[in-house]
């Protein structure tokens, strides 16, 4: 009967909890965690760069560049260059009798502008003028009484195409004397310092009075009447004014008469020749 001990050998089978090696594989599982490598993809964060496109405003300040285009105000300049060093004719033309401007009618030939008269008198010539560019005063004397000197000019110097008047003689500012004498005419223009043109000009300036009635220029009382209803000069950049009533002892011939007028500054500057036709009948 002792085989039957025998069947104690079943003990042995206690290797089961040999079997307990399984627990001890779940922790090679636990290398999924590992995976967590995955976190390596926060690298997206570092794509902020992209913020270094911020740059682009940086850009915009170039764009003051172009405040430097302000430097053209400095071509205000080249109006002070234009500025001749003589005096300057700022007008010339005629007004009625009573004082108000007579508008051209158009231009000549030769590019003057036409003054048109029904009668040959009863009217007067008006120049003004104003400093150059060595702002010296404009001459104010339309006589200068020396006789045979031919240098002796006026500094208002105005001569006609034609003679003027019924009588004209030679006598200079015979109109002054009380005597019914015209003016010679200077044709071509001339200013020679010659001894009849010296008398053709001083026989015509003084026919140019001042507010006193005397041969001269003026300074502040106009002769002609703005459309205001005031007396003014006609050119605000006038200084001095020349007026010159035309009476019947020098008037004017029928047709067109050019009238050819330059003037003078106190330190010796002459001004270009201005010019005009008196056109007397309309022919």
Do not use: W
Not at 84 to 112: H, K
Not at 114 to 120: A, L, Q
Not at 176 to 182: A, D, H, R, V
């Amino acid at each position: 009967m002792t085989p039957t001990q025998t069947v104690t050998f079943s003990p042995t089978l206690t290797r089961t909890p040999s079997n307990t090696l399984t627990p001890s594989l779940t922790p090679t599982v636990t290398r999924t965690p590992t995976q967590t490598p995955t976190q390596t993809m926060t690298r997206t964060p570092t794509l902020t760069p992209t913020a270094t496109q911020t740059r682009t405003p940086t850009r915009t300040p170039t764009l003051t560049a172009t405040p430097t285009v302000t430097r053209t105000p400095t071509v205000t300049r080249t109006p002070t260059a234009t500025i001749p060093p003589e005096p300057v004719i700022t007008f010339f033309g005629l007004a009625r009798s009573d004082d108000t401007q007579v508008p051209s009618s158009g231009m000549s030939p030769d590019g003057y502008p036409v003054f048109e008269r029904s009668g040959g008198y009863d009217f007067s010539i008006v120049v003004e003028a104003g400093p150059g560019g060595t702002f010296a005063p404009v001459g104010s004397s339309t006589y200068n009484p020396t006789p045979n000197v031919p240098t002796a000019m006026p500094d208002l110097q105005i001569e006609a195409s034609r003679p003027l008047g019924l009588n004209p003689t030679t006598l200079v500012c015979d109109d002054l004397m009380g005597k019914s004498g015209g003016i010679p005419a200077v044709n071509p223009p001339d200013f020679s310092p010659i001894q009849m043109i010296t008398d053709a000009l001083n026989d015509f300036g003084c026919r140019f009075r001042d507010e006193t009635g005397n041969p001269g220029g003026r300074m502040a009382d106009s002769c002609v009447l703005s459309n205001e209803g005031v007396y003014a000069f006609v050119n605000s950049a006038t200084t001095e004014q020349f007026c010159g009533y035309v009476n019947s002892t020098f008037q004017f011939p029928a047709g067109d008469t050019v009238l050819t007028v330059r003037v003078r500054d106190i330190a010796g500057n002459i001004s270009t020749e201005a010019h005009l036709v008196v056109r007397v009948g309309g022919s």
